[in-house]
């Protein structure tokens, strides 16, 4: 059933490790991932939106897999795209994420379009090169107040949720789940995207995922 309201465009940036500690459950977290899609291509049909879909998969080096891409016309998570290697470049991820997202976006109009910028990781931070943590805590303050922006962090280990708070990631805006539940962290997306799409992406609802 079609909802009635007013339709959005949702920019929607993923930010999904790839490093060599995510090989225990990286099968699942791929089927989670396309799952994860047809929830995406569900919530377009269902509310009239448009969701404009970028994946950005990062080890010690970072690999845009697509840009702005319509729910619609995902390709599937296959092991020849998303697959672990190599350590884990946090900062530089999110940082080129959210500037991405930036340049891409440009300025926001809350009542037409919202820009979500998701980072996925299970490590923390240990092999950037471009951002430091002054500077990717300069581009936090600078993107996350912003009306119609979020940024958040889905994180499978303390050291990177630590990363995010000494960036000043806002509170409400991470999530923290243990080494053995990562496709469970990416499962738990699909009904914070639904519950996101019903308040008009206006009321994130993020740091504690509903129980089921």
Not at 1 to 14: D, G, S
Not at 58 to 63: A, K, P, R, V
Not at 110 to 128: C, L, R, T
Not at 144 to 159: E, H, K, R, V, Y
């Amino acid at each position: 059933m079609t909802i009635e309201r007013n339709p959005k465009t949702l920019h929607y940036f993923i930010v999904a490790d790839a490093s060599g500690s995510m090989a225990d459950q990286i099968e699942e977290v791929r089927m989670e991932l396309n799952r994860h899609f047809d929830v995406l291509k569900q919530t377009s049909e269902e509310t009239g939106d448009t969701i404009k879909v970028s994946l950005l998969t990062f080890d010690s080096e970072l690999t845009w897999e697509f840009s702005g891409l319509d729910s619609h016309n995902l390709p599937r998570i296959t092991k020849e795209r998303y697959y672990p290697r190599g350590t884990t470049a946090l900062l530089d991820a999110a940082g080129q994420a959210i500037e991405r997202a930036a340049y891409v976006v440009g300025s926001v109009d809350p009542e037409k379009e919202s820009v979500w910028v998701m980072i996925f990781s299970d490590g923390g931070e240990n092999a950037s090169r471009k951002f430091n943590y002054r500077e990717f805590k300069n581009l936090l303050e600078r993107y996350q107040s912003i009306p119609g922006w979020s940024i958040t962090f889905t994180g499978c280990d303390l050291q990177g949720i630590a990363n995010m708070k000494d960036s000043h990631l806002r509170g409400d805006r991470m999530r923290s789940y243990g080494h053995h539940e990562k496709a469970k962290a990416i499962s738990d997306l699909n009904e914070t995207m639904i519950s996101f799409s019903l308040s008009n992406y206006k009321n994130l609802d993020f740091d504690k995922p509903k129980k089921r």
